[in-house]
DNA sequence: AGCACA
């Protein structure tokens, strides 16, 4: 009766051109990995860090002979192979080719990623970590947030070499002892898994309790970061309070017939002016962020819109929230965003949709104050480059008022997956203060909402089909217009 | 000290 054969260990294993090295020291860098083969034969590729110590690594020769040589020599040496003097034991792998050889999080970069196992947010100060990662070199910027991962920080270096010296002096290591004194007492352990960003500079919009750029020190900081809050805003009624925001998060909910950009600006331009809007997917549904001036005219527009459906009929029902941004970054003008703050794409926009004041060129932010430019590839030399304010549709990231410091695309900012360039990146831009609304001002429009618009059934007077409706869009014979469920 | 990815 012939199985098929349990893999047996290496005194039957087919040679291959991949040897699998067990035992190394976690630290164990692919030089040192380099170093120990490469008297044997050229080396293609590695693998470092492999299994759940970090521990194992693969390396593939040119070509088997080199590997058997290799297996064989310290079959017969009476010394063993070994990096840093831990003996490495060697065997064919059981693949004949090293793929995906480097993860993400292995190309090393000037920006680490550094998951602190085992702590909440608030145990481990970002002083704490500035004060670690300092050890290494000039730390450029710091970002702390909290994902499924943990704890996680991103942490910005001059450049690559002096990242990766911090990642091999910390990686799976603890926090150093000779700061712990300055963790809670509670916190046992807590280790540092470190990977490389794909980011070259962070976005720093102020100095916070989560974020800090230490290259301007004259970054704002963040207003409700100065009591230090870590509990949600509360409200004068003690009860819980929702982070407002001049962003709304729209879902679309039940969308039978396309929702279009016009559309939404259709429908949200009755509460003032709509500044940008950027429709995307998650998870399947249609969602949709608008951006406003002001919180106050967003929050107008959440309190009339929430729960209404954009069609008669129960589609399209909307349901907002407020966004944690306070600035989106969109193509001025696509089929999935709008950005009518910058004068052309207002004119094209104008040309599609008839009836709509072009938003001012309004460019000169009052609240700006001198800023840093976070932009992918900023330094000395792109703070340069920022032309002076008030000239055109430039993409100065002008600093405003809000409590997102710290904003990049969306849910997947700090994670592995990158879009360097896909798709809508939301982060600083200029806000452009001052548009004029296309009805009334937020304190005025939030009457005109008390008014009636809130009311299920009481549709606002703006409709699409006024000059503005969208191409073949809605159902037979219905315009959109605004109906309470 | 015993085989990687997402």
Redesign the pocket.
Known sequence: MSTSGT?Q??YT?TPSK?L?L??LPWECAEEELIELCKPFGKIVNT?CN????R??A?V?FADLNQAINMVSYYASSSEPAQVRGKTV?I???????????K??GDVPGNVLLVTIEGVEAGDVSIDVIHLVFSAFGFVHKIATFEKAAGFQALIQFNDAETASSARNALDGRSIPRHVLYLLPEHVGSCHLRISYSAHTDLNIKFQSHRSRDYTNPYLPVNPTAIEGIMQPAVGPDGKKKELESNVLLASIENMQYAVTVDVLHTVFSAFGTVQKIAIFEKNGQTQALVQYPDVNTAAVAREALEGHCIYDGGYCKLHLSYSRHTDLNVKAFSDKSRDYTIPEASLLAAQQVSGYPAAPAAWQNPQAAPMYHGNEFSGAASMQAQGPPGQGPSWDPAMQAGRSTFVSVPSTFPGQTFHASSGPVYSSAAMPPGSSPLQTGPTTSSSMASRGISQPGGPPNLRPGGGASPPGVGPPGASPSYYGQ
């Open positions: 893999p260990f290496r294993q991949v699998h067990r035992n693998k492999v299994g759940a110590n521990n194992q693969f593939e034991y065997q064919y792998s059981n693949r004949h080719e090293i793929v995906n050889n993860s993400p």
